[in-house]
Each structure stands twice: as C-alpha cells, then as structure tokens.
C-alpha cells in the first residue's frame, strides 16, 4: 500500500521579516500548523515539519530538527528522510511545501500528489522548485547525503536535485494559478497575501502581483524560498585616466554588489590596452577566488576603445541577451547613442563576465536592471549562480 508523507519546510532564518515566518499567524493559527493541515488534507499522513527551537516546542511529535542545518530547505529534507522507512518500490512519496506560502490550495497539492503517483516520477509544478512530490527512493536518500555534504554551495539547491532526479514538470491545473505561490519573505508581501486571503473570502479579488509591486516587487520575477549565495566579484575599471580617487564608476559598482550582500575578491583598474585587459581578467578567470567579474569602460568606438575586443576571445560562450537588454534599457534614457554601448557578457571557466560602459549611470542600469537578479541565487525562473565555479574560502577586500 502506498503512503505520502507530508513535510512543511519552516527552518529559514527569516532575515528580510524580522522574525520567524512560521509563528507569524495565518488564519487564527502559526503558519507552520495552517501549512501542516494543508498537507494533510491533501492526504498526507504523517505530517511532519523541519524547524527550529521555537517549534519543536511547540509539537514536539511532529518536528524534525535539522541535523546540518545552513543549507536551506535541503536541511530539512535531509532531516525528514531520517523518519521515513526505506521503501524502493516507488509506493512512499514525500510531499513537501516551504512554510511561507500560505496561499497555497489544498486542490493544487493534491493534485501535485496524484501526478506523482499516476506517473510513478518526481514531480514539481512547472517554473517552481516548490512544492514538490518525490519518491523516497535510495537515489534520493543517497543524493541528498551526497549534496548536503557537498563544500560546494551550489549542491544545496532544490532545482539541482530535481534536476538530477529527472522530475516531471507540472503545467498548473489552472490559468492564473502562479499567484498562490506567492513567497511572504518580507511584511509588505505578508500583508499583500493578507489582503489577497480577505478579499477571496469576501469574493472580491484582488490582484496580489499588484499588491506585491506596491511594495516594489516584480510580478514577473519572482524569488525562490531559498537561501541567498553570496558571490566573490572582482571590479575591473579600464581607462587611461582613472585613479583610485576619481573612479566612480569602479566605486559605484563595489558598493552595489556590497549592498546586495556579495563579497567583493578584487578590485582593479588598467589602461585600455587589450593586452592588459586580457593579462588581469585571465588571472581572475584562473583562480579559485572569483566568481564574477564586472568590467566598466573601453566600450566605445574612439581608437583606445578595446575592452570587448580583449574580453569576448577569453569567453568559452557569449550571454548574447546581456547586450540586447543592456541598450533595450539604455535607449529608454539615450536614444539612439545607445548604439555606441558595445556591451558584452560571457562566461569563462564557471566565471561569469559583464562588461559596461564607462559612466555611472551605465553601470548603475547594467547592475539594477540586469546584473543584480542575475547574480541573485533566489531569482527565478533562472540565474546564473548555479553555473558559477566553486570558490575557495578568502577574505573579502575592503574597499
């Protein structure tokens, strides 16, 4: 006889809420309780729920703690398998949610659940890493041991494993369906799906990606229920005139990628000579320090302009759509100089390469329009950061 086992993932650090997600109160209940009676009576049975402290006090029976924890939902996965009997005839699946999406349906899980079950395969909805229905096979219990003592941070996510687990992507039942599956990671996206909850029971909709971009949130990008990777990133300025004094552009891009929570691993500035160019971005491509490079300036036409004749025959493939949205973007605030913007991206030896004009207000649009979600490990439906190389352990330049 088959069983489904039911996890609620409710052991993140809930750092951008100010406090635990699970306790917040979602229909006169913690949200980890109202997301365990989802899974419930979708079919599943037992329920349990990967936590910390502040809830295996309060259901002691029901609780995993995470054994190895840091590692995002793969903790709690890790720490559920250990409860669950060794069953390699595809008749245990495990059902699980991420506890900070309260808007999903009962109907949409149990449907997950039974996709899983008539095609006997790992399943998740398509475009979304959670929730998912998974056969407790030994592949799966043996992969998960593998990734979550991988030194690679890369192996902790959950699209990885359902990669490697070859699971099914599910088109949703239903148009429109994306907006339960809604993340509150911050109190302006808990008080839109508050506000959407009220206005379904009282049967007037509300549109709750307009809610969530009120509070200066993309509809269309969503972030995954997933732990941010920081990233090492070497800043590359090229110019025959640029100090450490007077680069505001090198400056500007430092403390973007700071602010956002990256590691800076180098900071450099070169005259515009291909030669010199090549000689520092081949080093950092080499070493085990740098994950990304950001090179600002030589994109123009004037005769000392080289940077992307010193940066595209390092590539080992070309971002061809980083140019394109780069002067879509730029045209919007130049007109046609835009033309004159010979920005190139590309990757070399798992080092992913941007480079931008000189200006300021360049940079500042590659970065916020471009980079910044790109280098995000929770921005989806993709990103570059599982493609990225693993770093070496090293202390970040001040700057």
């Known amino acids: 006889m088959s069983s489904l086992y039911g996890l609620v993932l409710a052991g993140g650090q809930s750092s951008r809420m100010g406090r635990n997600k699970a306790l917040l109160e979602w229909q006169e209940k913690p949200l980890f309780l109202a997301m365990a009676d989802k899974l419930a009576a979708a079919g599943a049975d037992p329920v349990l729920i990967s936590g910390n402290n502040q809830i295996t006090a309060r259901q002691p029976g029901r609780t995993v703690t995470d054994r190895l924890p840091g590692r995002g939902p793969l903790s709690g996965i890790h720490a559920a398998l250990s409860k669950i009997p060794n069953d390699d005839c595809f008749l245990t699946r495990l059902l699980a949610v991420p506890v900070d999406m309260p808007l999903l349906s009962t109907e949409l899980l149990k449907y997950l659940a039974d996709r899983s079950r008539q095609h006997q395969s790992p399943c998740h909805f398509q475009d979304f890493a959670l929730p998912f229905c998974l056969p407790v096979t030994a592949c799966l219990r043996e992969r998960v041991e593998w990734a979550i003592h991988s030194p690679d941070r890369k192996d902790y996510s959950i699209r ?12 949703l039942p239903a148009q429109d369906q994306e ?11 808990w ?10 029971s009282t049967n007037k909709p509300k549109n709750i990606h307009k809610e969530c971009s009120q509070q200066q949130r993309d509809p269309m990008a969503h972030k995954q229920a997933s732990e941010f990777i920081p990233l090492h990133i070497a800043v590359l300025t090229v110019s025959d005139t640029r100090t450490e004094d007077n680069d505001t552009s090198g400056r500007l891009l430092v ?3 700071k602010s956002e929570g990256h590691l800076l691993a180098e900071k450099a500035i070169v005259k515009d000579d291909i030669y010199k160019i090549r000689e520092v971005l081949s080093r950092w491509i080499a070493a085990n320090t740098v994950q990304a490079v950001l090179i600002t ?3 123009g036409f004037s005769g000392r302009d080289s940077t992307p004749e010193a940066v595209l025959p390092l590539f080992d493939k070309e971002v061809d759509g980083y140019g394109e949205l780069f002067r879509q973007l730029s045209y919007e605030q130049i007109g046609t100089s835009t033309i004159q913007s010979r920005t190139v991206a590309g990757f070399a030896n798992g080092t992913v390469i941007f480079v931008m004009p000189g200006s300021n207000n360049a940079c500042k649009t590659a970065w916020e329009g471009i980079i910044k979600e790109q280098l995000d490990s929770r921005h989806r439906p993709c990103n570059f950061v599982e493609q990225l190389k693993n770093v070496e352990p090293v202390k970040a330049v001040s700057q």
């Open 297 to 299: 300036g030589g994109t």
């Open 191 to 200: 008080h839109a799906c508050q506000t959407f909850a009220r206005s379904q």
């Open 255 to 257: 403390d973007q990628l």
């Open 179 to 189: 907006t339960l599956f809604i993340n509150t990671n911050t109190p302006e996206e």
């Open 160 to 171: 990885r494993l359902l990669r490697y687990l070859d699971s099914r992507a599910v088109p």
